[in-house]
């Protein structure tokens, strides 16, 4: 069947008539007939669907993660990336998401990437979570690393994600330069990403080191220009997720339990991160502190030529209320990092496509890509307000809104 989106006004490329076939762009140009025709003339702008690269899904809630894959379509976000499976069950999460996404494999839901579990530091910073439930692979030697790598690319899931920190109470190790590189050489070898979760400064000359080629957030304390430059000369990208360091912090699964805001072992308490002796480097209690921080870095690395893309680190739709939708603040605020508008929206397709290894067939309106096409009727300026009203939503050409 064809389908034909007359007199798009292309963001950032002129008008034209959009040809899809069979879920595909099968020619921009000018055309007169299809089997269905969507004039879309009285829309100000047509871009690519949206991706948000750096989100979670929680296996426990799959009635949470349908509903929210289906929010996100109709907002235009219609490719998301899972960046670590957390769960409230005993069971093996990757393998229960893995089978639960073919059930929803269909336009109605954005598409979900996804790394299944962390692959993690011994009962480091995502292996086990407080009340002992398994949210990662716990790596005791380089070759862990590996094989839970191979695992996890085996089962189906489409990259990896590691992490490095000390932990919520401060105290945990932070995984080793040798288990990173094995982790890092091992995903490289399996042709898919391989991003790892970093918040402290002191912790990104390891991961330069250890050859990871791409960052899960900024750190919220300042990046040396140094380090910033080894970064965009070793071609590391980076999902700040700007708009989650003042987020409201999602739930904890059920049982779970954590330490306090200011009180032992909690963020700003004795022991814990920003605390007395918790040993890390400070997370502020200033949020906005810490939000400027991190906006600077991104700024200066972007200024270095380093390349970033869209994600929100949004967990579960119920408690926070960016998820599942246009993610707008982080727009805003890459655009205050210096980006201009066509880079903000760079960053919110193509880059985030080029991040998760699918830029051939997703992030832009070309021949030969998915049809994932969004229109909005006001012009996008530095507001970004217009992309919270997706009016026209095509994904994997088939339209699901429509005024
Ligand atoms: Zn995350």
């Known amino acids: 069947m064809k389908i034909l989106l007359k007199n798009a006004k292309i963001y950032g490329a002129g008008q034209a008539d959009i040809l899809v076939e069979d879920g595909l762009i099968t020619g921009i140009g000018s055309y007169d007939t299809a089997d269905e025709v969507h004039d879309l003339s009285a829309y100000a ?15 426990g809630d799959i009635e949470f993660n349908d509903r929210a894959l289906r ?22 999460p990757t393998q229960d998401f893995l089978a639960y996404r073919e059930t929803i494999e269909n336009p109605e839901c954005a598409h979900c990437y996804t790394c299944g579990r962390f692959v993690a530091q011994y009962h480091g910073l995502n292996h086990v979570m407080s009340d002992g439930a398994e949210t990662g692979y716990g790596c005791k030697t380089p070759q862990d690393g590996a094989d839970a790598v191979n695992e ?41 990403w391989c991003s790892a979760h970093v918040l402290d400064a002191e912790f990104v000359k390891t991961l330069l080191d250890a050859g990871i080629p791409e960052f899960a957030h900024m ?23 700007l708009c989650s360091i003042q987020a409201p912090p999602p739930p904890m699964p059920a049982g779970a339990k954590m330490p306090k805001m200011g009180g032992p072992g909690g963020p700003g308490g004795p022991g814990g ?9 400070p997370m502020m209690a ?26 929100t680190d949004t967990m579960r739709m119920e408690s926070q209320p960016h998820v599942a939708r246009m993610p707008v603040d982080e727009l805003k605020l890459l655009y205050k990092a210096g980006l201009s508008i066509d880079e903000v929206i760079a960053a ?42 997706v009016e026209f939503v095509m994904n994997r050409g088939k339209v699901i809104r429509e005024l």
């Open 219 to 241: 750190p919220t304390d300042r990046v040396s220009d140094e380090d910033l430059q080894r970064m965009v000369d070793q071609g590391v990208t980076c999902t700040p997720t």
């Open 348 to 389: 919110g397709t193509i880059n985030a496509a080029k991040l998760c290894k699918v830029d051939g067939e997703l992030g832009s309106i070309e021949v030969g890509k998915k049809a994932n096409i969004i229109a909005v009727k006001n012009p996008v300026d530095e507001s970004f307000e217009a992309l919270s009203h």
């Open 152 to 192: 996890l690319i085996d089962m189906g899931c489409d990259g990896i994600k590691t992490s490095i920190g000390r932990g919520m109470n401060g105290k945990q190790v932070p995984i080793e330069e040798e288990k990173l590189r094995a982790i890092a050489e091992a995903a490289k070898a399996r042709g898919v």
């Open 45 to 59: 702008a047509v871009l690519p669907g949206f991706f948000d690269a750096h989100m979670h899904i929680v296996t």
């Open 286 to 311: 200033n949020k906005q502190e810490q939000e400027d921080i991190c906006v600077d870095n991104v700024a200066r690395f972007h200024k270095l030529g380093g390349m970033v893309a869209v994600g």
């Open 273 to 281: 991160p920003g605390g007395p002796d918790g040993g890390m480097p």
């Open 71 to 92: 929010a996100w379509a109709q907002a235009g976000v219609t490719s998301v990336r899972d960046m670590g499976i957390g769960t409230d069950k005993p069971t093996h």
